[in-house]
């Protein structure tokens, strides 16, 4: 039986995280590029649970290979806690937004040794209610464009970064929101 997961950043969680990674000019007009579609933008799309044990989801569509209702994205699950067996995992899903479904076409579970280990994707088309590790957060991301551009209300997408690997936008983060922060000499 699967099981809901997930939250979806809300606006307040948005503004306060927002607030807590420096910004410059640079990183501004990268985030404004990135709205604009550049395709190694990630976003900060959801997360659970509380301190040492969060989960957080990044995601980015994929550009060139959305098809009509059909959008394709990149999806991370981020563990905080870095002796999980898996500390991240990556899926490149396919989304068909008037259905509402996706379906994973791969996926790669990282080991602590940095390696990926491919695993097939899997090939029914699951109802978002029916993620069974948040996978559902992705949809809003995929199939409403407002969402990537930052101007919608129902769904945030915190703009985390710009990188062209799943694995460093997932280090990123990392850094970013959950590591502590290394004291000045």
Known sequence: MRRRTGWQLGLAMAMAMAALVPVDQGVLAQERRCRDSDASCWYLVGGIGEVPARIAWLARPRA???QGQHRSIELVQVLEDRGAQ????IWRMQVDCAAGTFRAEERWLAGHDGLLARQPGEGQWTPAGEARHGESVAIPLACDP???RGRSQSHVALFIGNAWRAPD???AFRQ???EPPTPAP
């Open 176 to 178: 970013a929101f959950w």
């Open 169 to 171: 936008a997932q280090a």
């Open 86 to 89: 898996n500390p991240y995992v």
């Open 64 to 66: 060139g290979a959305s």
């Open 146 to 148: 407002d969402v990537a």
